[in-house]
């Protein structure tokens, strides 16, 4: 079982509305991560969170905002998403957080949160 | 620029039989590479990972070989099993912290 749980495992939404994806870890890990993955493809990185700080954001439309409340809690807002991003977004964690240089050791991935934008 | 790649899209190996699964890798710096296996509907698992200091490393009915000359990463499975079953990914992690996957590797078990 994973340590790192995503709430909702599903939800489908329209292009207007306003929801969240909430990401918990309770292992005492420093880094957390969003990636979105499309079928057959694998994980993309969205966002790295390092000591509850946003360290890495690749590029990603303002439509996704993410916020970490502390240091086990990491969301996802969405705001007017489009039907391609429709996806699998997955949350993860690891014990050592950046900057660059410090070993962050592997990724422990959640279960993901399975979205359909209509 | 830099990416992780897989030689083979799927994988069709029989029960029992072992399973060897490729991946090249360009980054020159990378340091550390993981193998992670996703089965339908869940999220990556971790299964074995690898500092670039070595070139081999096993775990349970798993071996990783990492040759840094050609680029070039591998998971061994053993004994492979119908629980086999999975998307394979390899991946390289660089000294930011960010984690990139590689395309991924269809892995079928068949009885």
């Known amino acids: 079982d994973t340590e790192v749980t995503q709430t909702p495992k599903h939800l489908v939404m329209g292009m207007t509305n306003k929801k969240s994806l909430k990401c918990e870890q309770h292992m005492g890990h420093r880094a957390m991560y969003w990636y979105k993955q499309k079928a057959k493809k694998p994980p993309e990185l969205m966002f790295v969170y390092s000591y509850e700080k946003l360290s890495i954001n690749e590029s990603v439309p303002s439509r996704f905002s993410p916020e970490c409340p502390n240091s086990s809690l990491l969301n996802l807002h969405l705001h007017a998403l489009q039907p391609e991003d429709s996806a699998l977004y997955l949350c993860?964690?690891?014990?050592?957080?950046?900057?660059?240089?410090?070993?962050?050791?592997?990724?422990?991935f959640g279960e993901g949160s399975r979205l359909t934008v209509l | 620029g830099e990416s992780v790649g897989l030689h083979l899209p799927t994988l069709s190996v029989q029960e029992g039989d072992n399973s060897i699964i490729n991946c090249a890798y360009s980054n020159s710096a990378s340091d550390y590479f993981i193998w992670y296996k996703q089965e339908s509907g869940k999220g990556p698992q971790f299964i074995i990972d690898i500092r670039s200091n070595m070139d081999k490393r096993q775990g349970q009915r798993v071996t990783v070989l990492l040759n840094k000359t050609v680029k070039h990463l591998s998971l061994q499975i053993a004994a492979t099993q119908p629980g086999d079953s999975a998307v394979y990914f390899c991946?390289?992690?660089?000294?930011?912290?960010?984690?990139?996957f590689g395309a991924g590797t269809q892995v079928v078990v068949t009885p």
């Open positions: 993860a964690s690891s014990q050592g957080g950046l900057p660059k240089g410090l070993n962050t050791g592997e990724l422990f």
């Open positions: 991946a390289e992690k660089n000294s930011w912290g960010k984690l990139q």
